[in-house]
Structures are given as structure tokens and as C-alpha cells.
């Protein structure tokens, strides 16, 4: 995508546009069969053009991973068809479409502006008067249907303020694990501030977004243009600012359109997967303008919020299910919201399939494949990767002789989870970690199980956390792969 003006891409899209995804569309049908067509991208799915990009837009992550391995090879080729080369294919989840399933016509237009809602410039944003949370073409969640608990209560009450009193609090920074409920709160607050002003230039952008389309500025000769988007907004979101680690030329403009937004009292709110402390590979310059605004953790859902995200997500889908269904999917599916909704995907599919009624013994056995893939035993590598994924330490520093608390505790840690979730044996998680003797293994699993029944804090990596919040921030992320 080049960074022309949005004028010019709406109008693209509200005329070549809607003639080649309709043609698009023909042809996928034709390539893969009018069945498994019909099967797959007529309900919940949504296709747009964008340049020469393929947006593929559906309604949860579940088909998200199912139309990427199924048909990835598909889209390009009749992308190519149509373009004269082989086209990107972007997808995305767009959760409006698990209960509204719009014209093809108006959603090609509608999910660009939803997208990049960048106007021309104006000095005052004026209040709008319009009670939905979303209108037509708007895709994203909003802070309404988010689900409140412990974990991530301040989060949303941060996120709450700075949509109602803009640049009253800026940058904000949201982090936690995956699937904790950061995109929904950038979406909710990006929801709230195009809902209440009307004039409010608002961009959202993923950490890939910003990193292709400055890089493309940057080869380009377009960097005026770019700024011009990310800077003269009155709104700014980036999500999964971790994945602009190792990036350094990226981060400079970060830091540089960071500081542009705060000097002019405009909102920014970034999300990321880590305390700004513990994302040293994106510098301490990055971490102390972070820090210097207000930073927001979210933890795992607890079995509440587990239970509202369930019941909410039900209702959605129009489920009938009844209240010990609900509790059987709150008590046995981790805390991601993401494995909530494919569960009642599964569930879903299971029942229209079998011509049953959702029961709990249904569940039991739709979902028992699943559960048993999120405790399946997995190896000494996965732990290795899960442990430095989720709390930013290296493989080498797992290895590390050192015996301060910062390298101790996280190679303990990841014995520990060694131990729990591999057939390995004690000389061999030993060996794996550098360590001469497997009494260092059965050590550490005595340490560890300490520090979970006193309820202690450990020192892991750059931060410090609650022993059974390091285990469960670990297993999420081992889950997650």
C-alpha cells in the first residue's frame, strides 16, 4: 500500500474497487469450487482490495488460521489473475462479523476507512452527537462489550478516560500476555473518540503496518507524506510495539512521531506485550517516553472474566447454552480470549453438525481434543523459547553461571515447567540448561514450588512478578507458541 491521500483511495475503492472483488470473487469461486466457496467466504468473511493487497477480512481467529492454510496459495493466484503479479494477503479479524455480515460492496470501502481514518487536518475536534457504538463500516470493538475484571480493570478505566478527556493523559501503554485484551481496548478507545467527535483524525496501526509503510516512505522518497499521516492526527494507536525489536531505524521514527504527538498534546496509546522496562531491545529511549505517560498492565482473565467473555460471546453468536456449559469452558480453557471464542466456534460446528443441542456432555466431547492440545508435552526447545518470549531474557542468560536472582530465577522457572510439561528427565533438562548435576533440576523444582505456596515475587528477567503469575504468563506464552 503507498500512502497516497485517503480521498484518493475511497474513491478507488467506490469504483475499480467493487468491480475486482466481485471479479475476485468469481474466480476463487471457480478455483476452488462453488461448495467449498460458499462454505468458506460467504458468511463471516469479507474480501477488499487495497492497492494491490488482498484484505481478507473475517470474524474470529479460529477461520482466520483455517482460510490462511486452506486458501492462502488460492488468493494469490487469482490475485495474480487480476493484478499481473502475485499480490499480498493481509487478514484480519474483524469481530462485527460474527453477527453482521455487510454488502461485499460497502464493506471493500468501509474496512479502508475504518482503518486509516486520516482527514485533512483541522484545529478543534467537535463534539458528535450519534448514541451506537458502531455505525455502518465501523469494525472495530468497542469499549462497551469489553469484559471488566481484576486483572485488567485499570487498563480500562485509563482507556475510558483518555477517549472521554483527550491528551489529558499521553502516550498510554497497555501490556500483558496474549490474548489479555489489549486490541480490544485500542479499538474501543479508537471507537469511542470517532463516535464522540466528529473531526477527530484517528490512525490505527499495527507494529507490521507502521514498520512496512515507513520503510516504503522511506525507499520511496514519500517520508513527508508519511509524517504527514502519523504525526497529524489527533489520534494515534500502535499495537504490538515487541515486534519492533531489532528494527532500529523504525524505532527512531517512533520515537520521533511520539515525540511530535506529545509536544502537541495529541493521544497516543501503544500496547505491547511487556513492561516497558522488560522490551530492552527497543532501548531505554523508548522505555522512558513510554514511562513517562501512564503505563496499564492486564493480566490473564481470572475464571470471572473468563465466565463474562464466555457468556458475552454466546450471546453474540446467538448460542444457546446453558449455565454449567458456560462454566465448563471458563474452568478449562486458559484465560485467552482468543481460545474462548474458538472453543464456542467448535462447539458451534459440533452441534449444527450432530443436529444436537449444546449440553455439557457435548462440550466434553467437542472440546476434548482441543484441551488436550493447550497440555500436551512438549519440549526442552519450546520451554526454552516460551520463558525468554515471555519475559525478554535470552537463551544465553538460561545458561548464564551467574547466580544473581535476574538469571536464577527465570533458568529455575523454566526447569520447572521442564518438569512439568516434558518427558525429559532430570539429567537431561540439566544438561539442556548447562548445568553439571540434575540435582540442580530437582533444586529448583523445590524452589519454585516454594515460591508458589508462600506466594513469593520473583525476580525474572528485568521484572518482577508474582511466582504464579510468571508460570501462568510462561504457559500462555508456551500455548501460544
Known amino acids: 500500500?503507498?500512502?497516497?491521500?485517503?480521498?484518493?483511495?475511497?474513491?478507488?475503492?467506490?469504483?475499480?474497487?467493487?468491480?475486482?472483488?466481485?471479479?475476485?470473487?468469481?474466480?476463487?469461486?471457480?478455483?476452488?469450487?462453488?461448495?467449498?466457496?460458499?462454505?468458506w467466504f460467504q458468511t463471516g468473511v469479507q474480501l477488499a482490495v487495497q492497492g494491490n493487497t488482498i484484505v481478507v477480512a473475517v470474524s474470529d481467529q479460529f477461520i482466520l488460521e483455517r482460510l490462511r492454510k486452506q486458501f492462502l496459495s488460492d488468493l494469490r493466484a487469482v490475485g495474480k489473475q487480476q493484478f499481473g503479479q502475485s499480490p499480498q494477503v493481509d487478514f484480519l479479524v474483524e469481530e462485527s462479523l460474527k453477527t453482521t455480515v455487510s454488502d461485499e460492496t460497502t464493506s471493500s470501502a468501509d474496512s479502508t476507512q475504518a482503518r486509516t481514518a486520516v482527514r485533512q487536518p483541522t484545529k478543534t475536534m467537535a463534539r458528535q452527537v450519534e448514541p451506537p457504538c458502531r455505525r455502518a463500516g465501523r469494525r472495530f470493538a468497542c469499549l462497551e462489550s469489553y469484559v471488566v475484571g481484576g486483572g485488567n480493570r485499570l487498563a480500562f478505566t485509563a482507556s475510558q478516560s483518555i477517549a472521554q478527556r483527550p491528551g489529558s493523559v499521553t502516550p498510554l501503554y497497555l501490556h500483558g500476555?496474549?490474548?489479555?485484551?489489549?486490541?480490544?481496548?485500542?479499538?474501543?478507545?479508537?471507537?469511542?473518540?470517532?463516535?464522540?467527535?466528529?473531526?477527530?483524525?484517528?490512525?490505527?496501526?499495527?507494529?507490521?503496518?507502521?514498520?512496512?509503510?515507513?520503510?516504503?516512505?522511506?525507499?520511496?522518497?514519500?517520508?513527508?507524506?508519511?509524517?504527514?499521516?502519523?504525526?497529524?492526527?489527533?489520534?494515534?494507536?500502535?499495537d504490538d510495539v515487541q515486534f519492533f525489536a531489532g528494527k532500529r531505524a523504525t524505532i527512531v521514527e517512533l520515537q520521533n512521531t511520539m515525540d511530535a504527538l506529545v509536544r502537541s498534546g495529541r493521544q497516543l496509546v501503544l500496547a505491547g506485550d511487556r513492561a516497558p522496562n522488560a522490551l530492552t531491545e527497543l532501548g531505554p529511549e523508548f522505555s522512558a517516553r513510554v514511562s513517562g505517560g501512564l503505563v496499564c498492565s492486564l493480566d490473564v482473565a481470572d475464571y470471572a472474566t473468563r465466565l463474562g467473555i464466555t457468556s458475552q460471546l454466546a450471546a453474540r453468536m446467538g448460542l444457546p447454552m446453558p449455565a454449567e456449559v458456560?462454566?465448563?469452558?471458563?474452568?478449562?480453557?486458559?484465560?485467552?480470549?482468543?481460545?474462548?471464542?474458538?472453543?464456542?466456534?467448535?462447539?458451534?460446528?459440533?452441534?449444527?453438525?450432530?443436529?444436537?443441542?449444546?449440553?455439557?456432555?457435548?462440550?466434553?466431547?467437542?472440546?476434548?481434543?482441543?484441551?488436550?492440545?493447550?497440555?500436551?508435552?512438549?519440549?526442552?526447545?519450546?520451554?526454552e523459547k516460551a520463558v525468554c518470549s515471555a519475559f525478554g531474557v535470552t537463551p544465553q542468560l538460561l545458561r548464564d553461571d551467574r547466580k544473581s536472582k535476574a538469571v536464577s530465577h527465570p533458568r529455575m522457572l523454566a526447569m520447572w515447567l521442564?518438569?512439568?510439561?516434558?518427558?525429559?528427565?532430570?539429567?537431561?533438562?540439566?544438561?539442556f540448561f548447562g548445568r553439571r548435576s540434575h540435582s540442580t533440576v530437582i533444586s529448583a523444582e523445590k524452589k519454585v514450588n516454594g515460591w508458589v505456596a508462600n506466594g513469593a515475587t520473583v525476580q525474572v528477567g528485568p521484572g518482577s512478578y508474582r511466582a504464579t503469575d510468571a508460570i501462568r504468563r510462561a504457559e500462555l506464552q508456551l500455548r501460544s507458541g
Not at 467448535?346 to 444436537?356: F, P
Not at 512439568?420 to 533438562?429: C, G, L, N, P, V
Request: a positive charge.
Open 326 to 383: 458456560r462454566e465448563y469452558i471458563a474452568t478449562e480453557v486458559s484465560g485467552d480470549g482468543r481460545q474462548i471464542a474458538g472453543s464456542l466456534n467448535r462447539l458451534w460446528a459440533t452441534s449444527e453438525a450432530l443436529k444436537q443441542p449444546i449440553t455439557l456432555d457435548l462440550a466434553t466431547k467437542a472440546l476434548q481434543d482441543m484441551l488436550q492440545a493447550c497440555d500436551q508435552l512438549v519440549q526442552l526447545a519450546d520451554i
Open 1 to 39: 500500500m503507498n500512502w497516497r491521500s485517503c480521498a484518493q483511495d475511497v474513491i478507488a475503492l467506490t469504483t475499480d474497487g467493487i468491480k475486482i472483488v466481485a471479479e475476485l470473487r468469481d474466480e476463487l469461486s471457480r478455483r476452488i469450487g462453488r461448495q467449498r466457496f460458499d462454505l
Open 418 to 431: 521442564a518438569r512439568k510439561y516434558t518427558r525429559a528427565a532430570s539429567s537431561e533438562i540439566s544438561n
Open 177 to 238: 500476555p496474549t490474548g489479555c485484551g489489549k486490541t480490544h481496548l485500542l479499538e474501543g478507545v479508537w471507537s469511542a473518540m470517532r463516535r464522540e467527535y466528529r473531526s477527530c483524525r484517528a490512525l490505527y496501526l499495527s507494529s507490521e503496518q507502521f514498520t512496512s509503510y515507513f520503510l516504503e516512505a522511506l525507499h520511496g522518497g514519500g517520508l513527508p507524506g508519511f509524517r504527514r499521516k502519523t504525526r497529524d492526527v489527533d489520534l494515534l494507536l500502535v
